[in-house]
C-alpha cells in the first residue's frame, strides 16, 4: 500500500484553457512551454482508496446575483420602475443597508425578534425569477407575483433568508465519492459554511465545515485526471469570482505485485486472500536458496490445488504430484 496525499490548487491550473478558478481539469504538468501545450496525466493506478482532508475556500461567491435573476423588485406594479441590487453575498444588515439605498421610496427593516422583514412607503411587486433559486420576493419573506401594499408598516409573511451559500459541493469527477444531493450527483465532500459573521479577529473570510468519507472502491481503479468542481446545492457550478481554492486529496494505491495480478476480483474474497497466501509462500520457499525447500513447497502447493475432471466415460481423471518438480501425469483409477 503506497499513500500520496496532493496539494490541489485551482492557481496552478491552465488559466488560458481553464479560466474559471471553480471548474478546471488537473493534471501534474499542464502548461505551455514554447507555444506547445504540454500534459502529463494524473494516472494514478490501482488507487483502492482516497479522501478530501482538508478545504481552503473563500467565501467570494454571490447568492444574489443576475443569473439568478433574484436581485430586483418594481414599485406600484408589475410595470413599475424597475430597482436592482448589486451581485453579491449579503449579511441581513447590509441587505436591509442596500434595499433602502436604491432610493425607491420603500423603506425597509429588519427585526431580530421575528426574523422577519417589514415596508413601508407605497406599494411594492416582487416578480418570479423563473429558475429554481428564491426570488428577491422569496428571500425577503413576501408573496410572488402580488402587490405588496405598504402603505401602512408592513411585515412579510415568511422569515428572512439569508443571502448566502449555507452549503457547496467538492465534485473530482467520474462520479467519485459517496455524498448524494437529490438525484444531482455524486460529490466527494461538502462544505459547511458558517457566514455568520463573514469577518473574524484574524480576518478568516468564513468557517466552514468539511464532510467527506472516505471513498473505497471494491476494486482497484485507474485515474488518469480529475476534473475539479465547485457546485452550488443544486448541483450548479459555484462561480468564485476568480479566487483561488485549494484542497488535499489523499490516495492510496495497492503497489503489491500479487494483488495487481488479481485487480479483476472483488478485494478480501477467500480466493484472492488464499493465493495472497500461497504467493507469500513461495516468496519465502524461494528466498531459502535451496531446492529442497522449492521442491517441498512444490509437492504441498500442488496437494492442496489437486484438480480434476470428468473423462468420457464417467470416472475422474486426478492429476498428481510423481515427485519430479515440473513433471505432472495423469493418474487413472484402476490403471496406475
Not at 504540454?38 to 482538508?54: D, G, I, K, Q
Not at 472516505?214 to 457550478?237: E, M
Not at 520457499?285 to 466415460?313: C, G, I, P
Amino acid at each position: 500500500m503506497e499513500t500520496k496525499i496532493y496539494n490541489i490548487d485551482s492557481i496552478y491550473r491552465n488559466t488560458t484553457k481553464y479560466p474559471e478558478t471553480h471548474d478546471f481539469y488537473y493534471n501534474i504538468v499542464d502548461t505551455v512551454i514554447n507555444g506547445v501545450q504540454r500534459v502529463e496525466p494524473f494516472n494514478e493506478r490501482n488507487v483502492a482508496e482516497l479522501e478530501v482532508s482538508h478545504i481552503n475556500i473563500p467565501n467570494s461567491f454571490h447568492f444574489i446575483n443576475s443569473t439568478r435573476n433574484n436581485n430586483e423588485f418594481r414599485i406600484t406594479n408589475a410595470s413599475g420602475t424597475l430597482y436592482t441590487l448589486d451581485d453579491g453575498s449579503y449579511t441581513k444588515d447590509e441587505l436591509v443597508t442596500e434595499l433602502n439605498a436604491l432610493g425607491s421610496g420603500i423603506t425597509f427593516s429588519y427585526s431580530s425578534t421575528t426574523g422577519k422583514i417589514s415596508a413601508i412607503g407605497g406599494p411594492v411587486y416582487f416578480p418570479s425569477n423563473n429558475t429554481d433559486y428564491p426570488s428577491l420576493g422569496e428571500i425577503l419573506g413576501y408573496s410572488l407575483d402580488t402587490i405588496i401594499d405598504t402603505t401602512t408598516l408592513t411585515e412579510a409573511t415568511n422569515g428572512l433568508t439569508l443571502t448566502q451559500e449555507k452549503y457547496l459541493f467538492l465534485s473530482i469527477g467520474d462520479n467519485i465519492g459517496n455524498i448524494i444531493n437529490s438525484n444531482r450527483g455524486t460529490y466527494v465532500a461538502k462544505i459547511l459554511l458558517n457566514n455568520s459573521s463573514r469577518f473574524d479577529d484574524v480576518n478568516n473570510e468564513s468557517f466552514y465545515q468539511v464532510l467527506s468519507n472516505k471513498v473505497v472502491f471494491p476494486q482497484p481503479r485507474d485515474i488518469k485526471f480529475l476534473h475539479i468542481q465547485v457546485l452550488d446545492y443544486l448541483g450548479n457550478s459555484i462561480d468564485l469570482n476568480g479566487v483561488d481554492f485549494s484542497f488535499c486529496l489523499k490516495i492510496i494505491n495497492i503497489n503489491n505485485s500479487i494483488l495487481k495480478q488479481f485487480e479483476q476480483m472483488r478485494f478480501y474474497s477467500n480466493d484472492v486472500m488464499e493465493r495472497i497466501l500461497n504467493a507469500r509462500m513461495l516468496e519465502h520457499y524461494e528466498k531459502q536458496n535451496s531446492s529442497h525447500f522449492t521442491e517441498a513447497y512444490s509437492e504441498n502447493t500442488h496437494k492442496q490445488f489437486v484438480e480434476s475432471e470428468y473423462m468420457n466415460d464417467g470416472n475422474k481423471k486426478m492429476y498428481g504430484y510423481d515427485g519430479n518438480y515440473d513433471l505432472y501425469k495423469p493418474i487413472i483409477p484402476g490403471m496406475n
